[in-house]
């Protein structure tokens, strides 16, 4: 069994866009994947876009109110934190019971689980995506934007991992239409960790390449 949490610099960054890249990918090869977007905020049920559905279609599961409940348990209406989230409709997030959902789902081949927002956003009161990742004890893959400002987000996030003794990280640079130079900023970010960095291309917009797939799940 291999498997990883994606996670990243921030909101909109691509998470979803690799995590469902992957697993069209991975099926296409008909290898054995499942993936999970645990906790979810900006809910919407009538948004055929919306992070939950893509993944099961990307997993080429029907859209039913079953498989939601099997890829995301914690769902909150607001686009926030989800503790703001939680907060806003007087619910609350048991911390370990995210941990054993998470840990039960340890049975396929691959699998992949998507968090909300960046490595710091707050789960709960007391516990960060940071935490949550430490407790699965799984790869992490810190999904990164060609913008500017995103050298400094990326060490950031990583130095967050690091410092709480999460070290098995691969950093994927996820190519926007508004970009900084791919390989220059690759550059940059390798004078300052030693994580193995990819370069994902928009030309592999929606089939990754074989070689990308084995970098970025090494």
């Not at 610099?9 to 995590?19: A, C, H, M, R």
């Not at 806003?88 to 691959?110: G, S």
Request: charged share 20%; glycine share 4%; proline share 4%.
């Amino acid at each position: 069994m291999s498997a990883y949490f994606i996670t990243a610099t921030g909101t909109d960054i691509g998470k979803t866009y690799l995590t469902t890249l992957l697993c069209r990918s991975l099926k296409a090869a008909e290898k054995d994947v499942h993936a999970l977007k645990p906790i979810i905020s900006g809910w919407d049920e009538n948004d055929p876009t919306n992070d939950t559905f893509e993944i099961l279609r990307s997993l080429n599961l029907p859209i039913n109110q079953e498989n939601i409940e099997n890829i995301s348990p914690w769902r909150f209406k607001e686009p926030l934190s989800p503790d703001m989230a939680a907060r806003m409709e007087n619910r609350t997030i048991n911390f370990a019971e995210v941990i054993e959902f998470c840990n039960t789902q340890k049975k396929h081949d691959f699998l992949l689980i998507e968090g909300v927002g960046g490595v710091m956003v707050p789960v709960t009161n007391q516990h960060t995506i940071a935490d949550l990742i430490k407790e699965i004890d799984i790869k992490t893959i810190v999904v990164t934007g060609s913008y500017l400002g995103a050298i400094s987000h990326t060490l950031t996030a990583i130095n967050s991992l690091n410092n709480i003794g999460i070290n098995q990280i691969s950093i994927v640079i996820n190519e926007l239409e508004k970009e900084v130079d791919l390989d220059q900023m690759k550059t940059s970010l390798q004078n300052h960790t030693q994580h193995p960095i990819i370069i994902l291309e928009r030309k592999e917009r929606y089939t990754l390449l074989e070689n990308t797939i084995k970098e970025i799940l090494a």
